[in-house]
């Protein structure tokens, strides 16, 4: 296992950014200019980087498109302030980045079961399609898949994360879907207290009640040392020569490989087949029958929204309306169905043309869309 580090993720987000803007080493520095600002909405306070935008139909960054001409050769651009601060906002262990504010475990709940529950289950036990975010054990971590009985890895935030710097980090880049940059710092830091809480980790071997920047660096995860090998600090680029120096630590075998003579050795055979086995083996391959009155999708236009659309559209936590809702969808339909199909195929606000399943075909779209409607008077 390879130590997840903020650092090293810093700098290879460093590195894609830099790319992203000049195709050159020996690009020629441009004039610096700000960001344009003022033209999205947002939760009030809410972090983008170093700058705090307006937000408005899914996008939070004033740069978020590259204008620059495809055509011919091109040496690009130097980034302007307000990017550097956007790309210049890693968390790190040590407590660098750590925004002011406080948050308790009682708001973060709340917050998680409006925000969160939906994807990840209640008490982040986990949901369909998404992590679970709490239980498991450092010991299941050592499992194989060579140990009979024994349950796969169990990786959670606490039992495989060495970081809660990592945590806080990626709910305020990240999270919550659909809505990622619009907590406060105290939103974020009530959510990660009520996500390490959950996971029993303590500070000073006391309860998390409420973080904020000062006691959140006294964190120490349960697995902080479960990797190998040690890529924090000055020596971590000679940490990791020397750990793969040593192809023993890896699982590769030393000396010289020959590679002939090879075929000598026996072959390993089932001596005796076993046949009683209750019930008997079976070649069918066919699914079990869906039963529509246990609530199994009766219809394939209801099958491809469970598939596709239901975590959105099960409920408004994702702004999204919620089928059933027959309120939010008589306004959606003041616009007409010729409307409403043609945001669900192209995409409106923070939803994705066809919500992301690209694989759909557009009367296919439309016959989810009628389903939804239909189930919402």
Same mark, same amino acid.
């Given at each position: 296992m390879i130590k997840l580090n903020n650092k090293l993720i810093?700098?290879?987000?460093?590195?894609?950014?830099?790319?992203?803007?000049?195709?050159?080493?020996?690009?020629?520095?441009?004039?610096?200019?700000?960001?344009?600002?003022?033209?999205?909405?947002?939760?009030?306070?809410?972090?983008?980087?170093?700058?705090?935008?307006?937000?408005?139909?899914?996008?939070?960054?004033?740069?978020?498109?590259?204008?620059?001409?495809?055509?011919g050769v091109n040496f690009g651009r130097a980034p302007t302030p307000n990017e550097l601060k956007a790309w210049d906002a890693d968390i790190m262990p040590d407590g660098t980045g750590l925004p002011e504010g406080s948050g308790t475990v009682e708001e973060g709940e709340a917050l998680y079961d409006k925000d969160c529950a939906v994807c990840h289950g209640e008490f982040g036990a986990g949901g369909k399609g998404y992590p679970t975010l709490t239980g498991g054990s450092i010991e299941s971590l050592k499992n194989q898949r060579t140990c009979p009985g024994k349950d796969a890895p169990n990786r959670t935030i606490g039992s495989y994360w060495p970081q809660a710097s990592t945590l806080i980090w990626y709910i305020r880049d990240a999270m919550p879907y659909a809505h990622p940059k619009s907590y406060t710092p105290n939103q974020m830091y009530a959510m990660t207290a009520y996500l390490l809480a959950e996971n029993g980790v303590?500070?000073?071997?006391?309860?998390?009640?409420?973080? *904020?920047?000062? #006691? $959140?660096?006294? !964190?120490?995860?349960?697995?902080?040392?479960?990797?190998?090998?040690?890529?924090?600090?000055? @020596?971590?680029?000679?940490?990791?020569?020397?750990?793969?120096? *040593?192809?023993? #630590? $890896?699982?590769? !075998?030393?000396?010289?490989?020959?590679?002939?003579?090879?075929?000598?050795?026996?072959?390993? @055979?089932?001596?005796?087949?076993?046949?009683?086995?209750?019930?008997?083996?079976?070649?069918?391959?066919?699914?079990?029958?869906?039963?529509?009155?246990?609530?199994?999708?009766?219809?394939?236009?209801? @099958?491809a929204y469970e598939k596709s659309c239901a975590v959105c559209h099960k409920t408004d936590a994702m702004g999204a309306p919620a089928v059933g809702a027959k309120a939010a969808w008589a306004k959606a339909m003041e616009k007409g169905m010729d409307k409403v199909n043609h945001n669900a195929i192209n995409g409106i606000g923070g939803m994705p043309p066809k919500g992301g399943a690209t694989n759909l075909g557009d009367d296919e779209v439309k016959d989810i869309v009628k389903y939804m409607v239909e189930s919402s008077k």
């Open positions: 810093a700098l290879g987000a460093s590195i894609v950014a830099s790319a992203l803007l000049t195709t050159s080493a020996f690009a020629a520095p441009s004039k610096t200019e700000a960001a344009p600002a003022g033209m999205y909405k947002a939760t009030k306070n809410a972090l983008d980087g170093g700058v705090t935008y307006k937000r408005e139909k899914g996008s939070y960054t004033a740069y978020r498109v590259n204008e620059q001409s495809t055509k303590k500070i000073d071997g006391e309860d998390i009640e409420e973080l *904020n920047k000062d #006691n $959140f660096k006294k !964190i120490v995860m349960p697995n902080r040392d479960g990797f190998y090998p040690n890529v924090d600090g000055p @020596k971590g680029v000679e940490n990791v020569k020397a750990f793969y120096k *040593n192809p023993k #630590n $890896f699982g590769a !075998i030393t000396g010289t490989r020959c590679m002939t003579n090879c075929g000598k050795e026996p072959v390993a @055979k089932i001596a005796n087949e076993i046949t009683a086995v209750v019930p008997a083996y079976s070649t069918v391959r066919d699914l079990p029958k869906e039963d529509a009155s246990k609530g199994a999708a009766s219809s394939p236009a209801a @099958k």
